[in-house]
């Protein structure tokens, strides 16, 4: 498949005209029209030239007479004469008119014949700046997918630069830098480098990069993680907390009847070794490669070896699981802590998932009846999800005397968009808050329950994203009281919708979000108030640092015990002791995906 269909243009008028012939008159009484022979449709390429003979018939053969022809678009394919020659320059994909008419040179009883009009098609080839619909390259494959087991997919027989083409295309219309995208060729390029390369490479105030939240995911793989929380690994959440030798890789938490349950795997243990492979010093690329395969498994059934140094034991023990798919739990650990100034409710909540619907609406009906004061909402691990559910859990911490009728998110697009959502079609309106179900997983239009707290208390980390800051900033546009305990957050008050092609998803950024008072400025993340942070984004709490030596829920868990240290006396718990100020400094350390999903990898030393 070629670059070039149709391309709508703005109808410009190229002329160009010479005189054909050698002198003549009148030729008598009567001055005939003449007639300019037809020309049939042409097809070129970008930067090809096409020379086109004119013949002009005049039954007065004593005239002379002068060729002109234009294009109705010569920003597509421009035209010149020279005697009776045509000359056709392909400029840009699309399809352009050329009209061609004679006139004789008779002096004031000129006749001039009528239009002979043909088209020219051009085809191929890239022009910076210009762009064709996403829609014309859209479902084109170079590897179409064969319809089974009742699937049917749209894919169609096509290239590698038909799908570069309708990245390409569709980044330019949907991305919401889009000028700040360099328009490389995409016949240059491979699909997934290419889009790579669909984004902005600007740096926030910090000097991140201002987008760190381009990726993909093969579409079947997504399809079930996002509606049922499936996917092919272990189970196990891993923290790398370094990726370069010495490295130290510890789990944060296992989804249960999972191979890593069943192996007896718990927060805070390490992974020494996988498959004979150092995990802590190996330094070999074919150290890496070993680590990461142990770590990813690509299919189902996959076996692999590790060594693990449990949390409190005196020697690693050697476990093999075998790669399985697991269902994700994302809410966890529900339960009410009683304390001297009544119940605090806490639940670990890692994703928003479709799933996630009924268990945080069963969760809130618990914490509700125990009559909880307060609630510590663990998203410390949580990288968001579907925007709907954010808004369903605001609701249910906030009550309806603060959320109902307000906004919890106005999500704006690029200046290409101001009026409609280009991907639903909708009239752009602000997300409210919802007091009813969606129906992601319970059905929709049920009333929600709600805690009607005028404040919560968030665990968050590095991994606490998107959806996850969502409630945070959305809660705070309706001052309901947001503390902070742990590290900053990723910093990504933006959102995509994810985006098929090929048996490929896309994620790029499409909108950012602004809650009821109109801030959204927190791509540096939210901050704890004693740590620093951008102006704007700061909030009430503590630096904590992430405590893998206590489980979740436990009153001693460094982060739980900090929200509850602030929360009784409105400060942060020894906040000048070294021990404390140590643990201010460490990092959070790096998510990666549950083990068997695709996640950030294992670096080489040299990377």
């Known amino acids: 498949m070629t670059f070039g269909r149709l391309f709508p243009r703005l109808g410009l008028l190229a002329a160009a005209s010479v005189i054909a012939g050698c002198g003549g008159g009148g030729g008598g009484d009567v001055n005939f029209q003449p007639l300019v022979g037809a020309i049939g449709d042409q097809t070129l390429a970008v930067g090809e030239t096409l020379s086109i003979q004119a013949s002009v018939s005049d039954r007065n053969p004593e005239d002379s007479h002068r060729i002109t022809a234009s294009s109705s678009d010569a920003s597509v394919a421009s035209v010149t004469v020279s005697g009776t020659m045509l000359t056709v320059n392909g400029v840009a994909p699309g399809t352009a008119t050329i009209t061609v008419t004679a006139r004789d040179n008779s002096g004031e009883a000129n006749a001039e014949s009528l239009p002979v009009r043909f088209s020219v098609t051009v085809s191929g080839g890239w022009v910076e700046g210009r762009f ?92 079930a993680l996002s509606q049922s929380g499936t996917a092919v690994g272990y189970g196990a959440h891993v923290v790398l907390l370094s990726r370069r030798p010495p490295r130290e890789a510890v789990v944060a938490y296992i989804e ?125 691990y949580n990288g968001g999800g579907f925007l709907d559910i954010a808004s369903e859990l605001g609701f249910m911490i906030a009550g309806p005397s603060a959320a109902q009728g307000r906004t919890f998110e106005v999500i704006e697009f690029n200046d290409k968009h101001r009026q409609f959502n280009p991907v639903t079609g909708r009239l752009l309106e602000p997300v409210p808050f919802h007091d009813t179900s969606i129906g992601f997983s319970v059905p929709a239009n049920e009333p929600l329950p709600s805690l009607n707290l005028p404040r919560v208390i968030v665990l968050t980390g590095g991994g606490t994203c998107s959806a996850s800051e969502s409630v945070m900033n959305g809660l705070r546009g309706i001052d309901v009281e947001v503390v902070q305990v742990g590290n900053a957050t990723c910093g990504k008050p933006y959102g995509f919708y994810p985006t098929g092609n090929c048996g490929t998803t896309y994620f790029t950024i499409q909108f950012r979000g602004v809650n009821d008072k109109g801030f959204g400025d927190f791509a540096d993340g939210f901050f704890p108030s004693d740590a620093p942070g951008p102006d704007g984004a700061a909030l009430p709490g503590c630096a904590v640092a992430d405590d893998f030596d206590h489980g979740f829920g436990d009153p001693n868990e460094a982060r739980l015990a900090a929200a509850l240290h602030f929360r009784e006396r409105g400060t942060c718990p020894c906040l000048d002791c070294p021990t404390e100020a140590a643990a201010k400094r460490q990092a959070d350390g790096i998510p990666l995906a549950p083990m068997g999903m695709h996640g950030l990898k294992i670096a080489s030393p040299e990377h």
């Open 132 to 223: 064709e619909p996403a829609s014309q390259f859209k479902d084109f494959c170079a590897n179409p997918r064969t319809s089974r087991g009742g699937a049917v997919f749209p894919d169609m027989p096509g290239e590698v630069l038909d799908e570069n083409n309708w990245l390409r295309s569709w980044s330019n219309d949907l991305y919401l830098w889009y000028d700040e995208i360099i328009d490389r060729d995409p016949a240059l390029h491979s699909t997934p480098a290419y889009f790579d390369l669909l984004r902005t490479f600007e740096k926030t105030p910090s000097g991140n990069d201002k987008d760190r939240f381009h990726f993909t995911y093969p579409t079947a793989e997504w399809e």
């Open 256 to 380: 249960p009847a999972s191979p890593a349950f069943q192996a007896d795997l718990g927060r805070g243990a390490r992974i020494l070794e996988i498959d004979g492979v150092d995990l802590v010093n190996g330094r070999t690329e074919a150290d890496v490669d070993a680590l990461n395969a142990g770590l990813f498994p690509s299919e189902q059934g996959e076996s692999h070896e590790f060594v693990i140094q449990d949390l409190g034991a005196n020697e690693p023990r050697t476990v093999t699981m075998r790669a399985t798919e697991v269902t994700s739990d994302p809410v966890q650990h529900v339960q009410v802590l009683d304390t001297d100034q009544g119940p605090v409710g806490y639940m670990l909540f890692n994703d928003f998932i479709a799933t996630a619907e009924r268990e945080l609406i069963d969760a809130v009906n618990d914490l509700a009846a125990a009559g909880v004061a307060d609630l510590v909402l663990d998203l410390r």
